[in-house]
């Protein structure tokens, strides 16, 4: 199963295999190197069928936990001021995404949507300490009824040039059900009321819509 958000990409890429497919068989006589085109053609749409493959997974639904909203690493865990919609400090967990990794966003939490806005900015690398604030990026923030109001951010890194968000003020929104995509990006903050504990440690591996990042 593949997101929709690659469909475009997807058969772009199939158009240019195929391409060149035909191109080295029909003008390149030497065999080796049509050999070498080829599979790199063929590893180029690996590739791409990989990194938008949008695996089903069954969810544990429930208010009492937060869920992780994407696969990647747990690379930080600490307090930090949220100057944007809180104004005061939060506990962030930040989840890094190699190319590796399955990029959809998935809602980590039930509730209403109370705040979604996008902000363009810069492709700083997605480990650097200013990448949160400077980054292209997306703000949601969801009313849950047991946790109150969570922050999620969706950061582009240095290669993501572009972030799909699902989210709109008002709507309902169910966990582990698809809120966007970072196309070849790269990392997700989720911002937590002080006093949380948290279920992950730095350097976990955290896998989308199944791994809980906290519980009452």
């Known amino acids: 199963m593949f997101h929709k958000e690659g469909a475009k990409i997807i058969f772009i890429t199939l158009l240019i295999v195929v391409g060149i497919i035909f191109v080295s068989d029909a003008f390149i006589s030497i065999s080796w190197l049509r050999n070498i085109l080829i599979v790199l053609a063929i590893g180029l749409l690996v590739l791409v069928l990989q990194f938008f493959r949008n695996p089903k997974r069954p969810v544990d639904n429930s208010d009492n936990h937060i869920l992780a909203p994407v696969d990647g690493k747990v690379v930080v865990i600490e307090e930090v001021y949220e100057p944007e919609y809180f104004q005061d400090k939060r506990l962030m967990v930040s989840i890094f995404m190699s190319p590796l990794n399955v990029h959809v966003t998935r809602y980590a939490l039930n509730g209403v949507v109370k705040y979604s806005k996008y902000h363009p900015g810069k492709y700083l690398v997605a ?5 949160s604030e400077e980054n292209e990026r997306t703000t949601v923030v969801i009313n849950n009824r047991i946790y109150g109001e969570v ?3 969706q950061i582009a890194g240095a290669l993501a040039r572009r972030i799909v968000n699902y989210a ?8 582990g059900k ?3 995509f970072i196309k070849f990006g790269s990392r997700v903050d989720i911002y937590l009321p002080l006093g949380t504990e948290v279920d992950v440690k730095l350097g976990q591996k955290a896998i989308g819509a199944k791994t809980v990042i906290c519980k009452k």
């Open 151 to 153: 922050m999620y951010r």
């Open 127 to 131: 480990w650097h300490p200013k990448a």
């Open 168 to 175: 709109e003020e008002g709507m309902r929104v169910i966990q």
């Open 178 to 180: 698809d809120a966007g």
